[in-house]
Structure formats: C-alpha cells, structure tokens
Nanobody, 122 residues
Framework: VQLQASGGGLVQAGGSLRLSCAAS????????MGWFRQAPGKEREFLSA????????PYADSVKGRFTISRDNAVNTVYLQMNSLSPEDTAVYYC????????????????WGPGTLVTVSS
C-alpha cells in the first residue's frame, strides 16, 4: 500500500491543523492505520492508531485529549485532527499502515508514507 500524508504547515501556538493520509494500492479497509512523528534530534514517536473497523483508537499520553484520529474507508483516507498545538508539537508527521494485529501499528508498522512537516510557532 502506498501512503501520502498532507496538511502540514506553519501554525501559531494554540492553533489547529488537520493532517490527511491518502492510501492506494491495496484494500484500505483491511489495514490498521497510525500516525507517528519525529522531532529534530528525537526518536520517532507513536501518536495514535485506528483499527480497520474504526472501533479501536489508542493514543499516546502526549496527545490524548488534543488529537483525534479518524478514517473514511470510502475515500481511502485517515485523518489526524490536532488541536491546542504547542511548539513541542513541531515535527515531521508520518502515517503508517499495517494489516496485522493492532498492537503492531503502534510499534512497527509495515508501510510508511513520506512525512509532512508541522511547525508550531510560539
């Protein structure tokens, strides 16, 4: 499956952004999807995932209550709504996909897309 994230950009602290990740190449509805990010000088960090049914949506503590993941299987797209952004959220954001158990999408997903840069100014 091929993934393409979009929606990154520059936003002021306290603002919001919605990232999108379009998938192609395989049956999207069969994949668990996830979002990760990597800040300069830091390791890649899991943010959130959504099961192929949409019923399971784990979140990292760092974004719980601020970020919301969703998916639309009709248009092969997963979203990440990000609210109350702070400069600490500045990073390259990646979407990922995996067709295994949901625990895998939170750790070592099989497929990755190129990242989209989110910059939050203070």
């Amino acid at each position: 499956v091929q993934l393409q994230a979009s929606g990154g950009g520059l936003v002021q602290a306290g603002g919001s952004l919605r990232l999108s990740c379009a998938a192609s190449g395989r049956t999207f509805s069969g994949y668990n999807m996830g979002w990760f990010r990597q800040a300069p000088g830091k390791e890649r960090e899991f943010l959130s995932a959504i099961s192929w049914t949409g019923y399971r949506t784990p979140y990292a503590d760092s974004v719980k209550g601020r970020f919301t993941i969703s998916r639309d299987n009709a248009v092969n797209t997963v979203y990440l709504q990000m609210n109350s952004l702070s400069p600490e959220d500045t990073a390259v954001y990646y979407c990922a996909a995996d067709d295994g158990p949901i625990r895998v999408i939170t750790t070592t997903p099989k497929y990755w897309g190129p990242g989209t840069l989110v910059t939050v100014s203070s």
